[in-house]
């Protein structure tokens, strides 16, 4: 049986990942649209960071459940629904962490330099080989940030997984659930090690974060 | 080496403040785009360049046609083969001096691409900055770098946006008779835009004029600045002093040239513009850059002081006009009222004139 920190650790590189297939996409789409409505896309983005994470758990309950559109489509694939599992979980997680990893790309893709992406087309190349060779290196460091950001909140996540996933060992039962659940039954010794585990790991990861930029933009400079 | 192709523009966009209308031809040679700040340049080159659209018109490039918004073609930027360099280098910061310059290049076979990089960088003598990063090299050698990676692409056409405008005299020069001559050895037609005359006299047989998103004259510049057809190009072009000289010397370290003016033993000191020894040169002063003393100046830093007599003195409405003969050469110098009073200059008197090296300009004939 997977112990909650290591689920813990599983659903946030997994969350992160997708995030990063998911969101360097549209952050692009964000940072180079000239379309007048694009404030509403950044504003649906950001949602998740101003909703309690109850509500946004209950509507995804309501959605992935069986009764759900998509949990119904889910359930008649793989014969389980999406509410109460890891890939429940997953899903809800991407939702939950969107901002904290689009908001940073977006930044970092707005702040590359336009001549420079100007001199790339002009030298003759395709708009994939300016992003890949210019403007994903020149804005690494907000991508690692946003990776980093939406790894650690994942990593953090309480009300969504409650409200989604239940708490079921070894399945749903994440670090944060188990802390809680560890406190509620007065087992304060358990809780304070988990506790102290995940800030360790959090700490850690935005220290080699920053870090890391610092380093990399000391050497531009 | 495909045969040099002929540029032919015609665009009509409006911007915020004028209406961008402008149309012109030019074969393979360099062609000065001249006009105030916010005549519209930059967007014609925009336009040619394919960074913005017009709204109606065409562009063409020899048998290719960039844009037309009759048939509806809009080549993307990458596509044009259009070398464009402006004030700033826009060096991939990420990237070694070497690894820009081949951006390119890249779907070159390596054997070809490293040759054709290694004899640019030789050409722009920065070999030896291969493996820097932009940010650990100076301003000019950037603008070097930008200049070697444009052009090892080998573009169809050249755009340069005040490209040296940063740099100091004498690396100008290095880098134009650098550009001079891949632009000879190419035949590609090169558009340089300027607001600065003196680079206009210097750079090209052929000067577009720009106002307002027009282009309001077009010809040799001495033609073109010494005709003025409006108030502002008058302003612009205010040359009271025009000589033949002959080159006599040029001193491209000391971003000087000496010039003896035709048929005298004068000699004047100017800027070092395009042009090698023994060549002739048409050379303009304004009658108000020339300074009067009745004694020898000395411990002073303008390289030309030359004797000779006043023959006329004319007052004019606001200043004075003195007809100074030196030698086989007359001057004409405009003062003020408090200044003939104050030196008591009288007809026949003995003046020394000053004149400051960069206050001569070239008009190219």
């Known amino acids: 049986m997977i112990s909650p920190l290591l689920l813990s650790l599983k659903l946030a590189l997994v969350t992160s990942t997708l995030l ?21 896309v950044e504003s649906v983005v950001a949602l998740p960071i101003v909703l309690p994470p109850t509500v946004l758990g209950f509507y995804l309950l309501l959605e992935l459940g069986s009764r759900g559109s998509l949990g119904a489509f889910w359930e008649r694939f793989t014969g389980h629904t999406l509410a109460f599992s890891f890939e429940g979980l997953v899903l809800g997680s991407v939702i939950y962490s969107l901002p904290f990893a689009v908001q940073p790309f977006t930044a970092a893709l707005a702040s590359v330099d336009r001549r420079l992406l100007a001199a790339s087309a002009s030298l003759g190349a395709s708009s994939w080989r300016t992003f890949w060779r210019i403007t994903f290196p020149l804005a690494l460091p907000g991508i690692v940030t946003g990776f980093a950001l939406s ?10 997984v409650l409200m989604l996933g239940g708490n079921i060992p070894g399945r749903t039962q994440t670090a944060s659930i188990a802390i809680y659940d560890n406190v509620q039954m007065l087992d304060y010794a358990t809780a304070g090690r988990q506790s102290l585990t995940l800030l360790g790991i959090s700490f850690a990861l935005l220290v080699l974060i920053n870090a890391l930029n610092r380093k990399r933009n000391w050497r531009l400079q | 080496m495909s045969a040099p192709a002929a540029l032919g523009v015609n665009l009509h966009l409006p911007l915020q403040q004028f209406q961008l209308d402008c ?6 040679e360099v062609v000065v785009l001249f006009g105030p700040s916010g005549a519209g340049k930059t967007s ?6 394919g960074f913005r659209s017009p709204l109606r018109g065409q562009i063409t490039l020899g048998e290719r046609i960039l844009f037309s918004s009759k048939s509806g073609v809009c080549l993307p930027v990458r596509q044009r083969r259009v070398g464009y360099l402006s004030q700033q280098p826009a060096l991939f910061p990420h990237l070694s001096v070497r690894q820009n310059i081949e951006y390119g290049l890249l779907d070159l076979p390596r054997a070809e691409r490293d040759a054709r990089v290694d004899s640019m960088m030789e050409h722009f003598r920065i070999a030896s900055l291969a493996s820097s990063r932009p940010a650990a090299i100076s301003g000019g050698e950037q603008q070097r770098v930008a200049l070697a990676r444009t052009l090892v692409c080998e573009p169809e056409l050249l755009l340069l946006d005040e490209p040296l405008s940063a740099l100091d005299l004498s690396l100008k020069s290095l880098l134009l008779e650098t550009l001079f001559d891949w632009q000879r050895e190419h ?3 090169m558009l340089y835009v300027t607001h600065d005359q003196q680079e206009a006299y210097s750079l090209s047989r052929r000067v577009l004029v720009m106002e307002k998103g027009s282009v309001v004259a077009d010809g040799e510049p001495q033609q073109v600045f010494s005709a003025p057809a409006s108030r502002e190009r008058a302003v612009l072009s205010g040359y009271e002093n025009i000589f033949d000289a002959v080159v006599e010397e040029t001193h491209p370290a000391l971003g000087t040239m000496t010039c003896r003016v035709a048929g005298t033993d004068l000699m004047l000191e100017s800027p070092l513009a395009h042009k090698t020894e023994g060549e002739t040169a048409s050379l303009a002063l304004r009658a108000g850059d020339i300074l009067v003393a009745t004694t020898l100046p000395t411990g002073i830093s303008a390289r030309n002081i030359l004797t000779g007599q006043i023959e006329v003195i004319e007052d004019r409405a606001g200043m004075v006009e003195l007809h100074v003969l030196c030698g086989k050469t007359n ?3 405009h003062i003020t009222r408090g200044a003939l009073q104050n030196l008591g200059l009288q007809r026949g008197q003995s003046v020394w004139l000053i004149i400051k090296t960069h206050s001569i300009q070239f008009l190219r004939s």
């Open chain 2, 331 to 333: 001057f004409r110098v």
């Open chain 2, 23 to 28: 149309s012109f031809r030019t074969q393979s």
């Open chain 2, 187 to 189: 035949g590609v037609p």
């Open chain 2, 44 to 49: 014609v080159l925009d336009c040619i360049a």
């Open chain 1, 20 to 40: 990063l297939g998911i969101g360097l996409p549209l952050a692009f789409w964000l940072a180079f649209t000239r379309f007048r409505l694009r404030f509403l």
């Open chain 1, 151 to 160: 790894f650690a909140h994942t990593l953090g996540e309480f009300g969504v």
